[in-house]
């Protein structure tokens, strides 16, 4: 039967390609010829489409799968063989190629046209004829074996072949001469000393050096001055702003969200600040990168820098996918953060492997979702924090208390009450409470008012009812003339009415009501305004679980005081003032009431009082703690007294923790966020899929936290605790990161300085060391300086400096003139990647407009501090503002600041600052481009901020009473550091006569003399 049914099945196959060939051009060939239909037909299909990731040639074997020879598809990859010759059936090529089952459907991203898919299916119904034989050469690549990826060993440094050079050289020199050798070349001379001060200060400041600097360099004969002024700029504050802008640029740093809703982060800064403070301090670079990465759980002593955290958070957020999509969200942003992290600490494209295994580098899709799993249990916002050492352990302290109250009956809260001083506290305020119980006097309000249509009604017990429309959102503002000549407390009660879904006391469908803020008003006859009254803490009979009354004097419209599950009774709340507040005769209090959560959470019937009797003793009491005090102690169960115990030590905590300073907040990662919004509690991490294709409704198995697989001797899977805390993954991370054996870190930082000291790196792609990465230029002196910077420097990236601007190699002058050689280093390395000169660079944007402020004698060089707005913001649309940079007043101390303390709006960049090339913050820059266009030149000789700067230069060199001529003089001296030439200074004194000096001070911002530095 089968002999039989193969004859059929052939015969129908000769009448199908007949007809095929008639109608197709791609069946050119005849069945019977099967060897030059394989090779006029089926081989370039296969070229065409399945080469690119399963040959020798192109060094891809995805799944290990080849298709470039017989053997091949005949053993197959990880699957088993692709193809079984005449059985269409069980061939997984061809399941693969129909798409027959999403996971495998090939290619990964298009389907084949239906009439190559025909044409391969036939040729292996017909027997899979192949007449190629195996492929040997050239042999697929051990992934692994990559410069990147190797050990980093010590080379031996080149012995110095030069015996004229200008200088003693360095190790970096001699690598550098040896190259040159081989090509035949020799390197320029030094530059001179004018040209060499500019450079540095450039280099290490981000400014001009002043024209006394460069003066003073240049008159200082000692064989030490270059040393010496090295270590000068290195050890100024002023260092840590420019460098750490190069970090920011590799963090993709902004203050603003990014996407469709392109919020303002006004904490940002405190990262940006963090690490300027850290480039200063020069810490070493693995404790840097630990920082950034774990600083709660490695260094809990130094709460500070829980600033570094905002290394995590530096990305875009796309908050319109937190409501809609809010599991796409949450692998959207860990994506950006495992990409951020692997660019800029290893150089690593990992995130390429989100979809499938990398295609050219040794990371599995494994590796990439174990990346991913590490960050599974932090969120983005705003996390608190406290500069002092001595405040974050008093509040560590009151936290841990206050959280032991919660449960009476655990073994924690046992431990709280073994503290003598915690009895005692229990047992004064149960006595004092007994004896001197506040007493209320109810305020008869006289005017009272809604915002959003709520109709409030007085009612004979002073009360205020609402009644009327039921608005999402409203605010109330009630006032009445006070009687007491004191004021220590506010009371307010809230009541249950009739006219309420299950009797309120809230006007919510669940009679549940939010008050977002709380805020008292005192209007004194004496007083031209009024005072707000400092509330200091406040309590309430009952507090919805995350909606403690708390929040209803935070600040925050997200945040409210709520009373679910328990409505339908009454409840009422007591503000403490921070201290009595003297009452003037005919004085007015006012009192405000914001609900702003929305769902017509509103207040529903509501009364006032005031006390004067002393603050302690005006605390909101719930019915169940008013029941057990009026037990005897020697009468009560041990349960009721813990529960008692436990609420006066919940409110002495609050009091504690509201008597602390205020925290800082920086936005960055924390376990108490997810999806945009914070929690009481840390938020388990979340689960984290291996996802085929990338697709969120294909999930794979569950990743556990890990990293890259590629180094034997670096643990890829952290094997934590089944018990373990989010932190934990952090810190395993920071570990693996930080290892002495990890050859990427040591290089990618190493080649990270070298790009910006010369403007290109070793390696020409800082953020991919991989095989689509550029190859370095000198990988033996790349290798040496990451094992000099381990193991010599210890880590100091201040050492990095000093090595790479002591060299002979750095301090060449950038003309192309130099010693006649019988080679002409421009013809054999046009590109200067051999470094036979220094290479000439555009100033950065920073810098232009740093040394801008600088000449009209406007630089603020201040450390720290929030960001800078320099535009004019209105509302737009949804949440992301208009920003108009142009009706910015450059008149403002704020213009002043430099430019590390620019707000920057992820979304809406300073055109002018764009055109200067500053990067798009959206995505992950590997380097800036310095681009030459006809637009720079129009915005700067037009922009706003170049003119009225020209004038304030132009302003400060009037003032100075000198003539024309040196007035002239005294700008090129300071914006060159020489003299006008002859020719030079005719020609500017003819301009400035006819176009005004400011004009004149114009055209030397735009001189490429001032623009570049060689």
């Not at 290490?204 to 010496?228: I, K, M, N, W």
């Not at 503002?477 to 004021?487: A, K, M, V, Y």
């Not at 409505?567 to 709340?573: F, L, M, P, T, W």
């Not at 070298?754 to 790349?782: K, S, V, Y």
Request: net charge negative; hydrophobic share 40%; with cysteine.
């Amino acid at each position: 039967m089968g002999i039989s049914f193969r004859r059929s099945t052939m015969a129908d196959y000769l009448r199908l390609a007949f007809v095929v060939f008639v109608a197709s051009p791609i069946c050119s060939a005849s069945p019977p010829d099967t060897l030059k239909h394989f090779s006029t037909v089926v081989e370039p299909l296969l070229k065409k489409h399945c080469y690119a990731c399963h040959s020798h040639a192109a060094g891809v074997m995805e799944g290990n799968l080849t298709l470039d020879s017989h053997s091949g598809w005949q053993i197959g990859g990880d699957r088993g063989p692709a193809i079984l010759p005449g059985d269409i059936e069980k061939s997984l090529f061809v399941r693969v190629i129909q798409r027959v089952d999403d996971d495998l459907a090939m290619p990964p991203d298009d389907a084949l046209p239906h009439e190559v898919v025909e044409t391969l299916v036939d040729w292996i119904r017909q027997g899979a004829v192949d007449p190629r034989e195996d492929v040997t050469l050239p042999q697929p690549h051990d992934a692994r074996d990559w410069w990147s990826l190797r050990p980093l060993r010590r080379p031996s440094i080149p012995a110095a072949t030069r015996a004229d050079a200008p200088c003693p050289l360095n190790p970096i020199d001699k690598f550098i001469e040896a190259k040159q050798a081989e090509a035949g070349i020799t390197g320029v001379p030094l530059a001179d000393r004018r040209t060499l001060i500019r450079r540095l200060t450039f280099d290490l400041l981000g400014r001009l050096p002043t024209a006394s600097e460069v003066d003073e360099f240049c008159d200082d004969q000692h064989s030490d001055a270059y040393a010496r002024l090295v270590d000068r700029l290195l050890a100024s504050p002023q260092y840590g702003q420019r460098w750490a802008r190069h970090w920011l640029d590799t963090a993709h740093f902004a203050d603003s969200h990014g996407c469709e809703h392109d919020v303002f982060r006004p904490q940002a800064w405190q990262y940006r600040d963090y690490v300027i403070d850290r480039l200063n301090a020069d810490v070493s670079w693995p404790r840097f990168l630990r920082e950034q990465l774990a600083a709660d759980v490695l260094y809990p002593d130094q709460p500070q820098l829980v600033a570094a955290l905002g290394f995590l958070g530096a990305g875009p957020l796309e908050l319109s996918r937190a409501g809609t999509a809010p599991v796409t969200f949450d692998y959207l942003d860990r994506d950006d953060m495992v990409t951020q992290i692997m660019a800029a600490v290893v150089s690593t494209t990992a995130n390429c492997a989100r979809c499938h295994t990398h295609k050219f580098d040794p990371i599995t899709q494994e590796d990439y979702y174990a990346l991913q799993a590490v960050f599974a249990g932090v969120g983005k916002g705003d996390v608190a924090f406290d500069p002092s050492q001595n405040v974050a352990r008093e509040r560590q302290y009151w936290q841990h208390v206050l959280l032991a109250t919660k449960n009476p009956t655990s073994a924690d809260f046992a431990a709280v009450m073994r503290d003598s001083n915690h009895q005692d506290l229990v047992f004064a305020w149960e006595t004092k409470t007994r004896n001197e119980s506040a007493s209320w006097q109810v305020l008869h309000p006289d005017t009272f008012t809604a915002t959003n249509g709520t109709v409030l009604k007085r009612l004979s017990d002073h009360s205020l009812l609402a009644t009327g429309p039921r608005p999402e959102k409203d605010i109330y503002s009630i006032g009445s003339n006070l009687t007491t000549d004191t004021l220590t407390a506010i009371r307010l009660d809230v009541l249950v009415d009739d006219s309420f879904p299950l009797r309120g006391p809230g006007r919510a469908d669940n009679g549940n009501l939010h008050l977002t803020e709380f805020e008292a008003y005192l209007f004194s006859p004496q007083a031209d305004s009024p005072l707000r009254l400092p509330i200091e803490q406040a309590s309430a009979d009952w507090d919805q679980d995350g909606w403690t009354i708390q929040h209803a004097l935070d600040g925050d419209e997200k945040t409210a005081w709520g009373i679910y599950p328990q409505v339908g009774h009454d409840h009422y709340a007591v503000m403490v003032l921070n201290a009595p507040v003297a009452i003037a005769p005919q004085s007015r209090l006012v009192i405000q009431l914001k609900q702003l959560h929305g769902g017509s959470h509103l207040l529903g019937r509501i009364r006032l009082s005031v006390t004067n009797d002393p603050r302690g003793t005006a605390i909101a009491v719930p019915p169940d703690i008013q029941s057990i005090l009026d037990i005897p102690v020697s009468q009560r169960e041990a349960v009721a007294q813990s529960q008692l115990a436990a609420f006066v030590l919940r409110h002495h905590a609050q009091h504690e923790l509201a008597q602390l300073p205020s925290p800082s907040q920086v936005y960055a990662v924390s376990p108490y966020y997810s999806r945009g919004t914070r929690s009481d509690i840390p938020t388990p991490p979340k689960v984290v899929l291996v996802l085929q294709r990338g697709d969120i409704d294909k999930p794979g198995e569950v990743a556990q936290p890990g990293a890259l697989s590629v180094f034997d001797e670096l643990a890829d899977h952290f094997c934590l605790a089944a018990s373990h805390d989010e932190s934990d993954r952090r810190k395993a991370l920071a570990d693996w990161f930080t290892d002495h054996d990890q050859p990427l870190m040591w290089r990618s930082i190493a080649n990270r300085v070298w790009h910006h000291h010369f403007g290109t790196g070793l390696c020409d792609t800082p953020n991919d060391f991989g095989r689509m990465g550029a190859i370095p230029t000198h990988p033996e002196l790349l290798d040496w300086l990451a094992v000099w910077f381990r193991d010599d420097a210890h880590g100091s990236l201040k050492e990095l400096h000093r090595l790479i601007v002591m060299s002979h190699t750095y301090q060449q002058q950038s003309d192309v003139t130099g010693e006649d050689t019988a080679i002409d280093p421009q013809v054999i390395d046009a590109g200067n990647r051999l470094l036979w000169r220094m290479n000439r660079r555009r100033l950065d944007a920073e810098s232009y407009r740093d040394s801008v402020l600088q000449l009209a004698g406007r630089l603020d060089a201040s450390l720290g501090g929030p960001g800078i707005q320099q535009f004019v913001q209105t509302p737009g649309p949804q949440s992301t503002p208009k920003l108009d940079y142009e009706a910015f007043d450059w008149q403002q101390p704020a213009a002043t600041r430099r430019s590390i303390y620019r707000v920057v709006w992820r979304g809406i960049p300073d055109p002018f600052m764009e055109s200067l090339d500053f990067p798009d913050l959206g995505i992950v820059p590997d380097r800036r481009n310095f681009s030459v266009s006809s637009l720079q030149s129009l915005v700067l000789l037009n922009n706003r901020f170049v003119l009225h700067h020209a004038e304030a230069w132009a302003a400060q060199l009037e003032a100075s009473s000198l003539e024309i001529g040196a007035q002239i003089t005294l700008a090129c001296q300071q914006a060159f550091y020489r003299d006008p030439l002859a020719g030079e200074k005719d020609d500017w004194t003819a301009y400035v006569m006819q176009h005004g000096l400011p004009a004149f001070c114009r055209i030397l911002l735009n001189s490429n003399e001032f623009l570049f530095v060689d």
